[in-house]
């Protein structure tokens, strides 16, 4: 996959994927990564890339001309989508985020001031992308984001590839606890199923965990999915337990 991030920080997208999946995947040629800074097509001696608003008000606004020619620029890389990472975009989800990994290429457009012209997302942008609702300063965390998440799912990058069929939302579920030695921590020890070594059981009591924490936690993703016979029996022995824990006084 290729993503080009069209920038004023160049520097935070390149350096926020020197680590982790996106150097990996970078390494392993999986993932080609280019920027593009407006600032380079300004036509202006001070290099200025915004202006005031139209209707007055606090901040600047991102110029059309620049960042419009930024994009030209990176459309040249590929066939890819425009995305415009902002608060006004559709959540993005691990949905999403299979979709997007399904690309041979994106080009992410990161906005820095108050936004960008308008007349940028109506002619330029295919697609407003949040990655949640509340506001950054800028852009590119958000692109960092983007490019995280959709990374490690491009075939090869995770190195063992049934992490991503292990990983949490996988199922539209949590994820159960994880434990590694010591067998115990302070009080604390590893649930004995874990140590025992039936690997039914521990699949059940896993799958259970993942139940149990959605519908305590995220009670709103368990709407978005049908439990098979199977889950709905455990989700409801995870609540009977529940019950009878809070009725003797024990944690
Ligand atoms: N998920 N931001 C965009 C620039 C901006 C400012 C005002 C339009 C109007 C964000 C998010 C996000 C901050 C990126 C503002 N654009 N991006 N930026 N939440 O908060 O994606």
Redesign the pocket.
Known sequence: MRIDVVTLFPDMIQDGCRYGIPRIAQEKGLLQLGTWNPRDYSRNKHRNVDDRPYGGGPGMVMQVQPVAEAITAARAEGQGPVIY?????RR?DQTAVRRFAELPHAILL???????DERLITRHVDEE???????????EP?ALVWIDAVTRLLPGALGDEESALCDSFMDGLLDYPHYSRPEVVDDLAVPAVLTAGNHAEIARWRLKQSLGRTWRRRPDLLEQIDLNEEQQALLAEYIREQQTMESDGNP
């Open positions: 990472l902002s608060p006004q975009g993005l990161a906005g820095r001031y108050e936004g960008i992308c949040s990655i949640g609702d509340y506001v950054l300063s800028g852009g958000a």
